[in-house]
């Protein structure tokens, strides 16, 4: 088991661009979530998906899309990047009860 | 969102038991409690769960209060590679998970 796979690892944007961000799990879970992380802060939830075909807004939801075609992926769109999303972004995954397993994160910065 | 308390700094001699507490007094009757730690820039990694009993696994020990409002997390015989931030929190309405900002436990020879 691959686990949580998350590419690129590392990505440098200009402001204005989009792109998206890869997020693929191999354990069946249900549950998957993307999670931002500023330097020397906590994680912070953007969106989070409670299976296929169902996605919903966390804490920090704008500029964000999401979608949930599979069981499997979790792809993260950067509308129209800013400066303000560089970041470290973390995607994770869990059954029902239990607990998240995360992703080694893509670090993102936009200049 | 998860509402929980949790001292921001603490120390430990390297050996000695580690016991991280936290409160959570918003948190409903049938949500298990959990704790993550994060090492430097890495991925979170879960710890342990737990409803209402005392957990233990090859990592660490949970205990929970009788009423449920706070939790302690226990690392038998603290490492320096344990040296992490130390996340408590719960599943709030549709499971969604949120932090707080932890506690940074720093282990010293």
């Known amino acids: 088991n691959a686990g949580v796979t998350q590419t690129p690892k590392f990505q440098v944007l200009k402001t204005g661009q989009s792109m998206t961000l890869q997020c693929a799990q191999d354990m069946n879970h249900e549950y998957m979530s993307w999670y931002r992380q500023d330097p020397g802060m906590g994680l912070r939830l953007i969106h989070y998906s409670v299976g296929a075909g169902i996605t919903d807004q966390g804490e920090v939801p704008n500029g964000y899309n999401v979608s949930r075609s599979t069981t499997e992926d979790f792809p993260l769109r950067l509308l129209s990047a800013a400066p303000s999303q560089t970041s470290v972004y973390f995607c994770?995954?869990?059954?029902?009860?239990?607990?998240?397993?995360f992703g080694s994160g893509t670090r993102l910065t936009v200049v | 969102d998860a509402k929980t308390t949790q001292p921001p700094s603490m120390d430990c001699a390297e050996g000695r038991a580690a016991n991280l507490p936290c409160n959570h007094s918003t948190i409903s009757g049938n949500e298990y409690v959990y704790w993550y730690r994060q090492i430097h820039s890495q991925g979170p990694q879960y710890i342990i769960h737990?409803?209402?009993n005392n957990e233990t696994n090859e990592m660490a020990s949970l205990i929970i209060t009788e009423d449920r409002k706070s939790s302690t997390l226990i690392l038998p015989h603290a490492t320096l590679r344990d040296t992490a931030v130390y996340y408590c929190t719960y599943r709030g309405t549709a499971s969604k998970l949120t932090f707080g900002t932890g506690t940074r436990l720093q282990v010293t020879l």
């Open positions: 994770a995954s869990s059954e029902r009860e239990g607990g998240y397993t």
């Open positions: 737990g409803l209402k």
